[in-house]
Nanobody, 122 residues
Framework: VQLQAFGGGMVQAGDYLRLSCRASGDFFRLYHSAWFRQAPGKEQELVAAISRSGTTTHYTDSVKGRFTISRDNAKNTAYLQMSSLKPEDTAVYYC????????????????WGQGTLVTVSS
């Protein structure tokens, strides 16, 4: 499977964005999926993860209550709905997928999309 992430942009604090991660092929339903981000000068961090069925989700503490991860396996797409955006959410966001197990670290994912830049101004 190959992943393509899109939906980033430049917004103001308090605004919202929805990122999409579209997978090629028809087997996305077999993959757990996640969103990671990397801000300038910082290490990559997990933002949110979702199981292949969508029944299990996990969020990093800093986005709980503001971000929602979801997926539509019929459309081979995962989403990250981001609201109440803050300047500290500024980063390149990457989607990732794995067939092995739902993981909360980057080394658990073998398939990565290209990043999409989110810039939040104050």
């Amino acid at each position: 499977v190959q992943l393509q992430a899109f939906g980033g942009g430049m917004v103001q604090a308090g605004d919202y964005l929805r990122l999409s991660c579209r997978a090629s092929g028809d087997f996305f339903r077999l993959y757990h999926s996640a969103w990671f981000r990397q801000a300038p000068g910082k290490e990559q961090e997990l933002v949110a993860a979702i199981s292949r069925s969508g029944t299990t989700t996990h969020y990093t503490d800093s986005v709980k209550g503001r971000f929602t991860i979801s997926r539509d396996n019929a459309k081979n797409t995962a989403y990250l709905q981001m609201s109440s955006l803050k300047p500290e959410d500024t980063a390149v966001y990457y989607c990732a997928a794995t067939r092995v197990r739902l993981s909360y670290t980057g080394d658990g994912y073998g398939v990565w999309g290209q990043g999409t830049l989110v810039t939040v101004s104050s």
